[in-house]
């Protein structure tokens, strides 16, 4: 499937922390023909085993995290705006007359609200996630019939195409990743393996990380590649600490990752000219493989990340390229291992 | 067509102040053969409807075409978007928001520094207009040049949406007063009236300055979207308006002091035909009246408004009902106003 066509089925799918049900079967259909996938109920992740599984085959976990940043329900108010707490880093210049679904006993549309600037002394100053109501348009009554304490929401916005083939939208952290994992096992559809390829699409990566930690657990992976997104240069960055878009695959480089899987992807891009960048980081990597490495006895691990602008915005940007590109990195280097 | 799908279609159309172009070429295409009209050199589209009984004082109706917005001001070397408000935005809900630019529609989107890279005093204050930019994707500015140039004009993304009886769109203020005023001129009205589509009432009543001269009227009514603050978030004395009360028939804001004897026969009016009719509470906001009541010798004006949460964004949020009153008053007002 085409690249951009795989966002706009994963990234208007709900799924924020805790409640990636929707999200993770957006992505399980699509990997359908290539294996068996199954939501996991206990830790909310989707776990996918491509055709051909093997006991007696090593195991390589490929982790993308299928929840996002959203909101949770805390009080309905009886005149029916809802109070809600972040779940995961909310940027609080994004928040006021953004447009939001909450996820109840249906999905219902509202608004997060801002006073008019009319009314406002001092528009400068930006409300913290506790001082917004979302407004959804019903009574405290009707509201109360829909949502619950508890209920989720996340901001509307699907994936939309910008110049080239750049594409911006809600949720591309870490959908992003998740289609990477899909077009790597596109690519690989009717190839004969040395190993196992396990795809955990995980939940909770913005809370902690949970859904890594326990899904890791149970299938006991041999060595873990975490797809995640990071920071792409933009204005106003420090371009030390930033990737670029567009300039491929982030490999990432760590005290707390395995320095011979680094190599290997390296090594990997060289020979097969694809382009990449190198992620120095100096300790724990701020991804899901930061869970992953000290499952059960510890596991080899290593990050690739897609360079993301805005991240945990509305308006995250990423490249196809750079999907592309890591997707075929993948296939080649999971290709060569035996 | 139902007042409703007229909304819906005309807050789709892209029109900030000085651009309305869209919004006047569908208005014309609506009102073609149902009246008299003329486009005067600023934009403003004034028509005239004629009606069963000619009086001897002319009527005046009028609502604005444009809506806020952004207009480009420069490309830097790496092919980002600087702009300017048009018209009040508030600089807190720009952020993150997708924006269509001139007239091929390029999107793009508003952003800034990753929120893991702020610095803590960063974290709690809107990024100010001249440090935001659009990104549309472009690397350069020859590339960005391709597709965008200085003094395009910006919009917000839309999306028209309900949310139970109420309505989320950008641009109701103001084109709730043009689905109104394209409702009567489709109902046929009884006295002669003048129907006057304004431009650039956003950056300061510019085109009801020009439209009130040209038909010199005796009375006029405006009708506008106004601030309602009916949100947990204000106390009750500072909400203006609510939704759900009603049309809003103020006595003051900031740009007029309304003609008492029309404030109370809208009043009247409502009591008498069951149709909600509340006022605003804080003297705030201002609209076309501001220009239209000291127009040549004086014109008596009042405004009738559809309360509307979030002015001015991306997310303004209307009652139904609150629509239908208006448009309910406006058609008694338009009739009784001749009997004073």
């Given at each position: 499937m085409e690249t951009f066509d795989i966002l706009c089925k994963l990234c208007p799918s709900f799924g924020v922390s805790g409640d990636e049900q929707e999200a993770a079967e957006a992505a399980l259909k699509i990997l359908a023909p290539y294996g068996e996938g199954t939501f996991d109920k206990k830790t909310g992740n989707a776990v996918f085993r491509r055709s051909g599984y093997d006991e007696s085959k090593k195991t390589i976990l490929l982790d993308a995290h299928i929840d996002e940043i959203g909101f949770v329900v805390t009080y309905i108010t009886d005149d029916g705006f809802l109070k809600v707490a972040p779940v995961g880093g909310i940027d609080r210049r994004m928040l006021l007359a953004s447009e939001v679904?909450?996820?109840?006993?249906?999905?219902?549309?509202?608004?997060?609200?801002?006073?008019?600037p009319h009314l406002e002394d001092d528009n400068k100053k930006l409300p913290e996630v506790s001082d917004i109501y979302i407004d959804i348009g019903m009574t405290g009554e009707e509201a109360r019939s829909i949502i619950s304490l508890g209920d989720k929401a996340c901001v509307v916005n699907s994936p939309v195409r910008l110049l080239g083939s750049r594409v911006s939208g809600k949720a591309l952290d870490d959908r992003s990743g998740a289609a990477v994992l899909i077009k790597t096992v596109e690519l690989l559809a009717d190839k004969q393996?040395?190993?196992?390829?396990?795809?955990?699409?995980?939940?909770?990566?913005?809370?902690?990380?949970?859904?890594?930690?326990?899904?890791?657990?149970?299938?006991?992976?041999?060595?873990?590649?975490?797809?995640?997104?990071?920071?792409?240069?933009?204005?106003?960055?420090?371009?030390?600490?930033?990737?670029?878009?567009?300039?491929?695959?982030?490999?990432?480089?760590?005290?707390?990752?395995?320095?011979?899987?680094?190599?290997?992807?390296?090594?990997?891009?060289?020979?097969?000219?694809i382009p990449y960048q190198l992620e120095i980081m100096n300790g724990r990597t701020g991804t899901n493989a930061d869970?992953?490495?000290?499952?059960?006895?510890?596991?080899?691990?290593?990050?690739?990340?897609?360079?993301?602008?805005?991240m945990h915005t509305p308006a995250e940007i990423v490249d196809i390229d750079d999907i592309d590109n890591t997707a075929l990195l993948l296939a080649e280097f999971i290709g060569g291992l035996e | 067509?139902?007042?409703?799908?007229?909304?819906?279609?005309?807050?789709?159309?892209?029109?900030?102040s000085g651009d309305e172009g869209a919004v006047r070429e569908y208005i014309i295409s609506q009102i073609e053969g149902k009246c008299e009209y003329s486009i005067d050199p600023l934009g403003n589209i004034i028509a005239f409807c004629k009606g069963i009984k000619t009086p001897d004082k002319k009527l005046m109706i009028s609502a604005h075409m444009d809506e806020v917005g952004f207009i480009v001001t420069y490309i830097t070397d790496k092919g980002l978007i600087k702009f300017a408000p048009v018209g009040g935005v508030d600089p807190r809900i720009v952020f993150g928001k997708r924006v269509s630019i001139g007239k091929n529609g390029i999107v793009g989107v508003?952003?800034?520094?990753?929120?893991?890279h702020l610095e803590s005093d960063e974290k709690e204050k809107a990024v100010p207009f001249d440090k935001l930019y659009i990104d549309i994707g472009a690397d350069s500015k020859e590339q960005a040049e391709k597709y965008v140039s200085l003094g395009d004009s910006?919009?917000?993304?839309?999306?028209?949406?309900t949310m139970g009886d109420k309505i989320k769109s950008k641009a109701i203020d103001d084109r709730a007063g043009c689905a109104v005023m394209l409702d009567m001129i489709r109902q046929g009205v009884e006295y002669d009236t003048y129907f006057t589509f304004v431009v650039q009432e956003e950056i300061g009543l510019r085109g009801s300055t020009a439209a009130a001269y040209t038909v010199a009227p005796d009375y006029a009514i405006v009708l506008e979207a106004t601030t309602a603050a009916d949100i947990p978030a204000s106390s009750d004395d500072k909400r203006v308006c609510e939704l759900d009360k009603g049309a809003v028939v103020s006595f003051m804001d900031r740009s007029t002091m309304y003609?008492?004897?029309?404030?109370?026969l809208a009043f009247d009016i409502g009591a008498q035909k069951g149709i909600p009719v509340q006022t605003k509470t804080m003297v705030a906001g201002g609209n076309d009246a501001g220009a239209i009541h000291k127009s040549r010798g004086g014109v008596r004006t009042c405004a009738l408004s559809v309360p509307c949460r979030y002015l001015h964004s991306p997310s303004c949020v209307i009652s139904k009902n609150d629509l239908q009153s208006v448009r309910a008053l406006a058609g008694e007002l338009s009739k009784r106003i001749f009997e004073l």
């Amino acid at each position: 499937m085409e690249t951009f066509d795989i966002l706009c089925k994963l990234c208007p799918s709900f799924g924020v922390s805790g409640d990636e049900q929707e999200a993770a079967e957006a992505a399980l259909k699509i990997l359908a023909p290539y294996g068996e996938g199954t939501f996991d109920k206990k830790t909310g992740n989707a776990v996918f085993r491509r055709s051909g599984y093997d006991e007696s085959k090593k195991t390589i976990l490929l982790d993308a995290h299928i929840d996002e940043i959203g909101f949770v329900v805390t009080y309905i108010t009886d005149d029916g705006f809802l109070k809600v707490a972040p779940v995961g880093g909310i940027d609080r210049r994004m928040l006021l007359a953004s447009e939001v679904t909450v996820f109840g006993k249906q999905q219902v549309r509202g608004v997060i609200t801002s006073t008019p600037p009319h009314l406002e002394d001092d528009n400068k100053k930006l409300p913290e996630v506790s001082d917004i109501y979302i407004d959804i348009g019903m009574t405290g009554e009707e509201a109360r019939s829909i949502i619950s304490l508890g209920d989720k929401a996340c901001v509307v916005n699907s994936p939309v195409r910008l110049l080239g083939s750049r594409v911006s939208g809600k949720a591309l952290d870490d959908r992003s990743g998740a289609a990477v994992l899909i077009k790597t096992v596109e690519l690989l559809a009717d190839k004969q393996l040395g190993v196992n390829v396990v795809l955990l699409l995980s939940s909770k990566e913005e809370i902690h990380g949970v859904g890594a930690m326990t899904g890791a657990f149970d299938i006991s992976p041999d060595m873990a590649i975490a797809f995640d997104v990071s920071f792409a240069y933009t204005q106003g960055e420090d371009k030390e600490e930033c990737g670029e878009l567009s300039k491929g695959p982030m490999i990432g480089i760590s005290p707390s990752l395995s320095r011979e899987l680094s190599d290997a992807l390296i090594s990997c891009a060289k020979e097969k000219n694809i382009p990449y960048q190198l992620e120095i980081m100096n300790g724990r990597t701020g991804t899901n493989a930061d869970m992953i490495t000290v499952s059960k006895g510890g596991v080899r691990s290593v990050t690739v990340s897609i360079p993301e602008k805005y991240m945990h915005t509305p308006a995250e940007i990423v490249d196809i390229d750079d999907i592309d590109n890591t997707a075929l990195l993948l296939a080649e280097f999971i290709g060569g291992l035996e | 067509m139902d007042i409703l799908t007229e909304l819906e279609t005309l807050c789709g159309l892209n029109g900030i102040s000085g651009d309305e172009g869209a919004v006047r070429e569908y208005i014309i295409s609506q009102i073609e053969g149902k009246c008299e009209y003329s486009i005067d050199p600023l934009g403003n589209i004034i028509a005239f409807c004629k009606g069963i009984k000619t009086p001897d004082k002319k009527l005046m109706i009028s609502a604005h075409m444009d809506e806020v917005g952004f207009i480009v001001t420069y490309i830097t070397d790496k092919g980002l978007i600087k702009f300017a408000p048009v018209g009040g935005v508030d600089p807190r809900i720009v952020f993150g928001k997708r924006v269509s630019i001139g007239k091929n529609g390029i999107v793009g989107v508003v952003g800034g520094k990753a929120l893991h890279h702020l610095e803590s005093d960063e974290k709690e204050k809107a990024v100010p207009f001249d440090k935001l930019y659009i990104d549309i994707g472009a690397d350069s500015k020859e590339q960005a040049e391709k597709y965008v140039s200085l003094g395009d004009s910006v919009c917000f993304d839309n999306s028209f949406i309900t949310m139970g009886d109420k309505i989320k769109s950008k641009a109701i203020d103001d084109r709730a007063g043009c689905a109104v005023m394209l409702d009567m001129i489709r109902q046929g009205v009884e006295y002669d009236t003048y129907f006057t589509f304004v431009v650039q009432e956003e950056i300061g009543l510019r085109g009801s300055t020009a439209a009130a001269y040209t038909v010199a009227p005796d009375y006029a009514i405006v009708l506008e979207a106004t601030t309602a603050a009916d949100i947990p978030a204000s106390s009750d004395d500072k909400r203006v308006c609510e939704l759900d009360k009603g049309a809003v028939v103020s006595f003051m804001d900031r740009s007029t002091m309304y003609d008492k004897e029309l404030y109370q026969l809208a009043f009247d009016i409502g009591a008498q035909k069951g149709i909600p009719v509340q006022t605003k509470t804080m003297v705030a906001g201002g609209n076309d009246a501001g220009a239209i009541h000291k127009s040549r010798g004086g014109v008596r004006t009042c405004a009738l408004s559809v309360p509307c949460r979030y002015l001015h964004s991306p997310s303004c949020v209307i009652s139904k009902n609150d629509l239908q009153s208006v448009r309910a008053l406006a058609g008694e007002l338009s009739k009784r106003i001749f009997e004073l």
